[in-house]
């Protein structure tokens, strides 16, 4: 490795075998054993399939990653992100040594330290003082470190009232801030944060991503960091990977990642357009040919930002001369209505195909994923209902560096016009 270069990782592959039974059985421990003595490959290294958890598979061995290649500079911030599922804690584990390749090999230069579960290796039954030191020497810091730093992990992490009290009483988010401050405080070469604000206030996470900063820009430490907070992300990160079903789908500058990243969709699904069928309409006078929703100025699959106009467009082929007309139903991602629009009626003139749409203003829905039904009425009755068309993920992206970069409760979150009296 070059002297810039503090990481590399090199073909890593980490399979995992499916099912009640662990990673393998005795036949076949034996099999790989005796393939290895006589200098062959391993034989369930090729049966293995994608981490695909959408799908059902057709062998019992599986990729949680695999051919996964990339190198970090001394003080680069790289971002890791990717749905659920992706393979990122799994890379994550092995970077830090938790568990260990099937295939591949890393090379580092210096220590690492890593965060990546809420009070990972704390006993409950300890003090957080005590966990501290606990902790510290799990990540390699020497009882002197810890003494010469417990002061300032203590009051890093905001716990001095409860510092001497049972973590088994502590809040989740306690926990959290107290492994952060311990993990930052031990001055590694490269640390590993794996969806450490998902939990934290806006306090902890101003401090949080002001610390791994300062690791990187002021003591030229690297980072990596996985969440699936964007805002975090683009203000934090120098470079990013995006990953799919274990596999490197997309490198390159963090603007770039996560335009890639929100392009894939999410989890329940990002399905911005929708084209019907006339098999949808048998026996009805009508049909509805399509069904999208956008931000203005921008293609169908382009991420919609919280600050964009967004409109709602309509296509409907009209056979009758019986007047109807669209009524869209919004929904949060738990399923719970928000709202009911509907349209004007559409021309009742024999076989013509009439478009509409409906703008709603920049600024109006709160960031997350939102769902639409869509209706065709004819003002008394439902003529025809189609659950969950569309889906569509708002990103808050103008957020600063040190800013609250959570999500406020609820999916609509209007700016008012406010006026002095």
């Known amino acids: 490795m070059s002297s810039e270069i503090i990481l590399k990782v090199e073909n890593i592959g980490k399979q995992y075998r499916l099912g009640l039974v ?23 290294l090729k049966v293995g399939e994608a981490n695909d958890r959408s799908s059902k598979g057709e062998s019992d061995y599986v990729w949680a990653i695999k051919d996964i290649n990339f190198e970090v500079k001394r003080g680069e911030v790289l971002g890791i992100i990717g749905k659920n599922g992706a393979g990122k804690s799994t890379l ?22 890593s965060l990546l579960e809420v009070g990972t290796g704390f006993h409950p039954e300890m003090t957080g003082r005590e966990n501290i030191y606990l902790n510290g020497a799990i990540l390699g810091m020497t009882k002197a470190e810890i003494n010469s730093k417990i002061d300032e992990i203590i009051d890093f992490s905001g716990c001095l ?34 969806e450490v604000l998902a939990v934290g206030d806006a306090e902890f996470q101003k401090k949080a991503i002001g610390k791994m900063q300062d690791i990187s820009t002021g003591d ?3 980072v990596l960091f996985v969440s699936h907070n964007m805002a975090a992300v683009k203000s ?51 049909e509805l040919l399509e069904f999208g929703v956008k931000a203005i100025g921008k293609s169908f699959g382009e991420p919609i930002l919280r600050t964009e106009s967004i409109e ?32 004007d009626y559409f021309n009742t003139e024999t076989g013509d195909i009439q478009s509409k749409k409906m703008i709603i203003p920049k600024n109006f829905f709160n960031q997350g994923v939102l769902f639409v039904d869509v209706l065709i009425t004819d ?33 609509l979150k209007p700016n008012f016009e406010w006026v002095n009296l």
């Open 22 to 44: 662990g990673t393998g059985t005795i036949s076949h421990d034996l099999n790989r054993w005796f393939n290895k003595v006589i200098g062959k490959e391993d034989p369930y």
């Open 92 to 113: 994550l584990k092995i970077l830090s040594r938790v568990t260990g390749p099937t295939t591949g090999q890393i090379k580092t230069k210096g220590r690492i330290a």
């Open 161 to 194: 009232r409860y510092v001497d009290t049972p973590v088994k009483r502590y809040s989740s988010g306690m926990k959290v801030r107290l492994a952060f401050a311990v993990a930052a405080h031990l001055e590694p070469d490269i640390l590993v944060v794996d």
């Open 220 to 222: 030229g430490r690297t």
């Open 236 to 286: 934090l990160c120098t470079r990013g990977i995006v990953l799919e079903n274990g596999n490197v789908v997309f490198t390159g500058k963090t603007d770039e990642c996560v335009d890639h990243y929100l392009k894939i969709g999410n989890d329940k699904g990002a399905n911005q357009i929708r084209y019907f069928s006339s098999d949808d309409f048998k026996g009805l006078k009508f």
């Open 312 to 343: 709602f467009s309509l296509k409907l082929k009209n056979s009758g001369k019986k007047k109807v007309k669209s009524v869209l139903r919004f929904k949060d991602d738990q399923g719970y209505f928000l709202f009911v629009c509907s349209s």
């Open 379 to 411: 003002g008394k009755k439902s003529l025809f209902v189609a659950k969950d068309q569309l889906s569509f993920n708002v990103i808050d992206e103008g957020v600063e560096l040190g800013e609250w970069m959570g999500k406020t409760k609820g999916a």
